[in-house]
């Protein structure tokens, strides 16, 4: 996978204070994005169920100049589910973190919001394939909520 960024889109984005930084769990891989995004929001789509492990998945929409590695891009492996045309799971070869992919056409990149590192300075604007979210699937507002461990 190569880098949405040239070198000197790279310096200029590293010395921006709107990069926001991101990483697998183990920190192997990282990456950087750009605003403005063209969304974010909640998927809840049997694949972006499967792929995140959790209700939804949390995915921001970005040009492809807008994302580059920062490091451990060789870590970053990819399936693309062969009947689908717009998805794919990006994820690290060392802990199996989701990690953003660029689309198919390569003009996009997918970045699953729980890979942020920095706050994105948005929040998600949507629900989408809200009918094919999972049976126990409930509200975060209608829970209760702790600060730590209950």
Not at 40 to 45: I, S, V
Request: net charge positive; proline share 5%.
């Amino acid at each position: 996978m190569a880098s949405g960024w040239s070198a000197v889109e790279r310096m200029g984005a590293l010395m921006s204070e709107a990069s926001i930084q991101g990483s697998c769990l183990c920190g192997a891989v990282g990456f950087e994005i750009r605003a403005p995004f063209l969304f974010f929001q909640y998927c809840h789509c049997g694949r972006c169920r499967k792929s995140s492990g959790s209700s939804h998945g949390a995915n921001l929409l970005l040009k492809a100049n807008q994302f580059g590695w920062i490091r451990g891009e060789n870590h970053v492996r990819r399936y693309e589910l062969p009947t689908a045309e717009y998805f794919c799971n990006g994820f690290c070869d060392i802990c199996g973190s989701s990690l953003p992919w660029r689309a198919r056409n390569g003009k996009l990149f997918v970045v699953p919001a729980g890979a942020l590192d920095d706050d994105p300075g948005v929040t998600p604007t949507r629900n989408i394939f809200w009918d094919s979210r999972a049976c126990w699937c409930r509200s975060a507002a209608d829970l209760p909520t702790f600060s730590a461990e209950a």
